[in-house]
């Protein structure tokens, strides 16, 4: 446990630099990004209310609908969820690099990691635990996030104008933030979990090419492919499947797949992995 | 030591962070709301759901309120909505129920089932299936065939047999309209048209054939013209008259008839004397913006003409189709201002009103004509909340 | 003692080890010998598991190799320095520290020092010299009945060198079994024990060298020549 601990603790250090550029790149983005659309749109409500000759905020809300903070976010994309699409590109990039980096690195720091003592598949887990840390972390910035962002937008869109709204609502209507945060507990369990299984079939995945280096790919990219039909393969049966038994045999076989990734990773690394 | 306090406070950071966030919107709810009894047996509130939106900022939240409170869609799992949009699971009250007592005979056939397809009684669930006609370029091709599953409900086995479409019909598009089981044949009622239908009057015929269910043979079938008389290029719509459970056990097929400019008529046929009748009733008339709706049990038919300022109910005695009593209601009878919409429920007519500035339901007992039940849908937490509630319709619980 | 016992190892069609045996003692030097090419890094990864053998068995004190025996057994110096470029030498040593129960922090510092090497200097920025210097002490700092190096001379200047050379005579080998792979032979063929000559993923001779020495009057350089130019 304590070196499973030491190494997650190193992973996390290893990722630090590009790690705080990705949240800065969030705050900066949607901050400046919403401020910039907030802008543009009361500047529009201006120019609209001297060309029709309203007189107040209220007038224009009755002729032309209040300014949400959905429609404050939208107008400048992606300058708000853009850096979303940038920190959850990067993650899924360094699902791969996490593991390549330590063979192609300089100083092949594999060496090292292999001969640790103590069981080898605590440097998967503590792999898989970074990548899910790092996910998570993002995910609770952008939720620490939302409030001054929702307090700005409620300093900057007059009262008679704004449509005001919870954060939880917010996120529960927008098809990006409902997905990587669903407010729902059994959801965020249930969206992780299939996550985490997909990065554990990945890094099985690598680990068969660092093992069997061509063969290996091949075998590694039909292993990912047979997992994911196996995963998306009972809502095809939706016709003769009742909804209970999609969802209950997608779960089994996610934890199937999660053990079978685990378990062919540990043998490659104990028996079959080469440097 | 400095990366080990910084790993830690992370990980806390990051726990607490979505901790929080799941903890708040599962206790931070939208605002509750309750179909609370204002008169009558609180009972009757546990057939129906009223369905709607509540305004929530610029999001108008689908919600569903009941006796024991409301549900809105969007609070509700990815799993619980990905049930409810599976095709595997039905939204007819009748299918529901059936799936869930017969899980194991009902899979894979919701989706692509009516419910005339289906019959049930005590002892037995029965689903018939006309092959569809295949077309192939100008012509129909294809094998044409009645294909019948059964489950015994008290062994719980199930059985399978085919019964060959008559020839007659192999130029004719076949419609199930009713299945029966009277002793051991499966009496079916088809709709026929000719194929390609374009609805005109001289084609549309009801055909009902009796089916042994020992040995799959076929007879009957005589066709009787569904709308004699008319000319040549009108066009009819003929349907079956909506009742409680149309997978019941019945005595009578109800159908009706109609085209534009004229009367509507109903034809009953009596499976047991293989005889028909027909009543033929007024159409509505064009200043009528209302709806016209038929409903029916075994022992009445009900026409219905429902308009926001009128609701007339006219009941007929079955088979013979005396008229027994008219019923006309306005918005004051009920202290509401408007009817805005209405529901079929087991001989009950639900009608959505509002009442002093509430959205009410009223139950309306078919029989009598009387209403027995008013309930009246309030805010759990702040009255204010109402103002930002509009109902639509009335569902009817499985 | 470590004892390889028919090895065989395989890259895709060609044997790179073949049916290999031999010996190498505790308290003893054993060099390996043999061209480039021969396998002798790939016996030491063999013995480290960094590459899986196809056949034979690899023991240690009689015991077949296994997890528990990198904590306590068996060091590894592999012949270039493995750790991270943007790892500080302290954090090297900190890395050791949190990862082996047999770190010996008391014998780095006094290798740190004895090796002049700033605990500040990232990897990255270490010379040759300093980063073969810091991957010995990597090694030499874990209390392990066993230690091998691959290549621990190659490309470093003369001083490096003697510095490296000296720690082999010390007390902070004597007790312990080494097994080591160069081409720099006439540097430490006073200090070696037994030279294990390989040719072909085979071991064509294994020498005692004092006994050779005293024997046939033959240096080890004298017997390779034997061996490599006959």
Known sequence: ?275 | MKRYVISACFACFVVLAIGLFLGLASAKGLPGFRLETAAGDGKEAEALLLAGWYQNGPYAERVTIGAEGSEYESERSGYERFRAGSISVSAIPELVRLTEAYPGFMRGRTHASTLLDYYHDDEWVIRLQASLTLVIGDRMAGFHNFRIDMLDKKTGRKRSLTAPLPDVLRNRQAVVADIQKIGDKLHTALITFPWPFNGQREDAELRVYQISLQDGEVTGGEPLLLFPGGADDQVIRVGEVREPDMTAPRKYLLLKAYAPDSDDRILLYSYEQGKTHTLTLPAKSPEFSGSLQYYRDDSALVRLLFAADEIRMERYRLPGFEREREILLTPEDLRAETFQNFAWGENRLYILHDANGLPAVSALDLTDGNVIWRGVVRAESSAGELEKLGISHILIRP | MIELDRVTKKYGRKTVLKDLSFTAEKEEITCLIGVNGAGKSTLLKAIMGLTPIQGGQIRIDGEPIGRHMYDDKIAFVPDTLTMPPFMTVENCLRFMRDFYDRWNGERAAHLLQFFKLNPADRVASLSKGQAAKLNLLLGLALDTDYLLLDEPFSGIDLFSREQIISVFSSELVEDRGVLMTTHEIEDIEHLIDKAVLLDQGRVIRSIRCEEIREREGKSVIDVMREVYQP
């Open chain 1, 1 to 275: 446990m304590k070196r499973y601990l030491h190494l997650v603790i190193m992973e996390l250090h290893r990722f630090w630099k590009i790690y705080a550029a990705l949240a800065a790149l969030t705050v900066l983005s949607q901050t400046a990004g919403l401020w910039w659309s907030i802008r543009t749109l009361m500047k529009r409500v201006h120019w609209e209310m001297e060309l029709t000759n309203l007189s107040s905020y209220a007038e224009f809300a009755n002729q032309y609908g209040r300014i949400s903070f959905m429609s404050a976010v939208s107008i400048k994309e992606p300058f708000f969820t853009g850096s979303v699409a940038v920190c959850v590109t990067a993650l899924l990039l360094y699902v791969f690099l996490i593991w390549y980096r330590d063979w192609y690195g300089k100083n092949t720091f594999i060496y090292r990691l292999l001969m640790l003592p103590g069981s080898r598949l605590n440097l998967f887990w503590a792999k898989l635990t970074t990548i899910l840390l790092l996910s998570w972390g993002l995910v609770a910035l952008q939720i620490v996030l939302f409030p001054p962002l929702m307090a700005m937008y409620r300093h900057m869109v007059p009262e008679e104008l704004a449509l005001d709204t919870s954060v939880f609502s917010f996120v529960r209507h927008h098809p990006v933030f409902d997905l990587l945060m669903p407010p729902h507990a059994a959801d965020f369990l249930l969206h992780y979990w299939l996550g985490i299984t997909g990065v554990a079939v990945v890094f099985t995945a690598i680990l068969m090419e660092r093992s069997f280096r061509l063969k290996g790919l091949a075998a590694g990219a039909l292993y990912a492919l047979v997992s994911g039909l196996l995963i998306i393969g009972p809502v095809s049966f939706e016709h003769v499947l009742y909804p209970s038994e999609i969802f209950g045999l997608t779960v089994a076989l996610s934890v199937l797949l999660f053990v079978l990734s685990v378990w062919i990773s540990g043998m490659l690394l104990k028996r079959k992995i080469s440097v």
